[in-house]
């Protein structure tokens, strides 16, 4: 779901609905991936962030 959602900056706007889908599903993995790694939250958004960026770029 997040890789779906998710928007790079030269795509155009979600709607409210998908915006919060995306956001909470964003923080369900961000919260996984940091116990995984042992990090905190915020790292893990960043890392993820990264690398949704580096899929879309590769797709387009």
Not at 27 to 51: F, P, W, Y
């Amino acid at each position: 779901m997040v890789r779906d959602l998710h928007r790079a900056e030269n795509q155009p706007e979600q709607s409210y609905s998908e915006r919060q889908l995306y956001e909470s599903a964003l923080d369900r993995m961000a919260r996984e991936v940091a116990a995984i790694e042992q990090i905190d939250r915020d790292a893990a958004i960043i890392m993820l962030n990264k690398s949704l960026l580096v899929k879309a770029s590769a797709a387009a």
